[in-house]
């Protein structure tokens, strides 16, 4: 079973002077249990809506979600959800375990488990030494921790998070990598929202693309990065001391010992030919790839001309 299915999904939302506001244009989409998803998108490109709609919300105009297969419109299907919203605000005068508490009796978890569960997040997100403290007095980096913490604590199968490190400074950021990527060992299906590439790079299976409210782009993170690989970068030392062209590419460095050529992907069966040829022996090659950073930007630019 999928654990969310998206299907023909639109959101208007009514602007100022009779405006409307297509939020959202038709999106399709499936996250599998056990897949970690990254919702990848410029701000305002419909992202947050997206995950309202899913979480139940905001009403669809048109098109479903459902989450384990139960329409987002029924509070059974949040029953095994972990959801963290976009800019997060919790009851101030509550401190860290009481707000844990509170949720965990939503969930209405057994009180020996509840204890348990929240030491063990509120240690893991580092807010134990401030736990008894009012939330009131806490940074956003860790009003944003308390709301990962919350999202943990009753041990759900899905995770939905609204720029999960959003607010947070590079050590944040490395912890909320490294939940996510402990959440996806335990075999859990976690769908998060971000505006930078370098955070789903590293942690995500799957990537998806939205620019504008429509999905521009869905793969898997190595297909994307494979698919960016547009030449190489041929390190060779060769038998004559002058550097010299190869299939008629020249040398982009030359030290002497070595001369580097950039061969892009069409020419390099007949640089190899070339190099074989001279007895030239190949040191190193590299790859030459646009990242995933350049693959977003291509997209947000060629939706935004569009
Ligand atoms: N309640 C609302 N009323 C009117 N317009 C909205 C509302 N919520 C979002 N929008 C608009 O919908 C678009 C998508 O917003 P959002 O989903 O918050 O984007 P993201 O989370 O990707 O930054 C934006 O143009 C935004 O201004
Ligand atoms: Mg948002």
Redesign the pocket.
């Known amino acids: 079973m999928n654990a969310i299915e998206i299907k023909s999904l639109c959101k208007q939302?009514?602007?100022k002077r009779m405006t409307k506001?297509d939020?959202l244009k038709g999106i399709d989409l499936t996250v599998e249990a056990g897949e970690v998803f990254g919702f990848l998108?410029p701000?305002?490109?419909?992202?947050?809506?997206?995950i309202k709609l899913v979480m139940g919300l905001l009403r669809p105009t048109s098109g479903t979600a459902r989450i384990m297969g139960i329409d987002a419109a029924q509070a059974e299907s949040r029953r095994h959800v972990g959801y963290l919203p976009?800019n997060p605000a919790f009851y101030d005068y509550l401190s860290a375990e009481e707000y844990i508490a509170f949720v965990g009796s939503l969930f209405k978890m057994d009180g020996n488990l509840l204890a348990k569960r929240s030491e063990e997040v509120l240690k893991r997100l580092d807010l134990w030494e401030a736990r008894k403290r009012p939330m009131r007095g806490y940074s956003k980096g860790m009003v944003q921790r308390v709301g990962l913490a919350q999202t943990l604590v009753h041990d759900p199968d899905v995770y939905i998070l609204d720029e999960p490190m959003s607010g947070l400074d590079p050590i944040g950021r490395a912890l909320v990598k490294d939940i996510i990527l402990d959440l996806k060992s335990r075999g859990k299906c976690v769908f998060f929202?971000t505006h930078i590439t370098d955070d789903v790079e590293k942690v995500c299976d799957r990537v998806g693309v939205?620019v504008k409210?429509s999905l521009v782009a869905l793969d898997r993170v190595e297909n994307i990065l494979r698919s960016g690989v547009e030449g190489y970068l041929v390190h060779l030392q060769l038998t004559e001391p002058e550097s010299r062209p190869f299939a008629g590419i020249s040398a982009v460095r030359w030290s002497g010992v070595v001369s580097e050529y950039y061969v892009p992907c069409a020419a390099f069966n007949s640089f190899m030919g070339d190099v074989n040829a001279s007895g030239s022996t190949v040191v190193l090659v590299e790859t030459k790839r646009r990242d995933l950073e350049d693959f977003f930007l291509s997209l947000v630019r060629s939706g935004q001309e569009s």
């Not at 701000?43 to 809506?49: E, L, Q, V």
């Open positions: 939302f009514s602007g506001v939020a998108g701000n305002g490109a419909g992202k947050s809506t997206t976009e929202s939205i409210g």
